[in-house]
Nanobody
Framework: QVQLVESGGGLGQAGGSLRLSCVASGRTFSSCAMGWFRQAPGKEREFVGGISWSGGRIYYLESVKGRFTISRDNARNTVSLQMNSLKPEDTAVYSC?????????????????????WGQGTQVTVSS
């Protein structure tokens, strides 16, 4: 079992920044690929980005490339999402997720079904 707790959401302004953190507990975090997903009202949950458990491979949703940065600190069991140049369309509930059955240390799953564990989500609202 892995427990995930997100923090850092809230209200941001267009062009501003927010940083989300996700702390994991319960098993070996370092062997889990980690992903960030978001779900806006009335929309499907979408993959925002993810990082392999090696930390060597990172993928981003096209619309957040160059604005968002994912990082992980295996010593602190933490994965972060730095969000810069925020846009109103970034408004959503953001959730971190762990994929702990990935055999390849460089693989980043981009589909929700590949993730075994989920945080409760944190609201991000960007005002224009």
């Amino acid at each position: 079992q892995v427990q995930l707790v997100e923090s850092g959401g809230g209200l941001g302004q267009a062009g501003g920044s927010l940083r989300l953190s996700c702390v994991a507990s319960g098993r070996t975090f370092s062997s889990c690929a980690m992903g960030w997903f978001r779900q806006a009202p009335g929309k499907e949950r979408e993959f925002v980005g993810g990082i392999s458990w090696s930390g060597g491979r990172i993928y981003y949703l096209e619309s957040v490339k160059g604005r968002f940065t994912i990082s992980r600190d295996n010593a602190r069991n933490t994965v972060s999402l730095q969000m810069n140049s925020l846009k109103p369309e970034d408004t959503a509930v953001y959730s971190c997720a762990a994929a702990c059955t990935v055999g390849n240390m460089h693989y980043v799953p981009r589909f929700r079904d590949a993730y075994n564990y989920w945080g409760q989500g944190t609201q991000v609202t960007v005002s224009s």
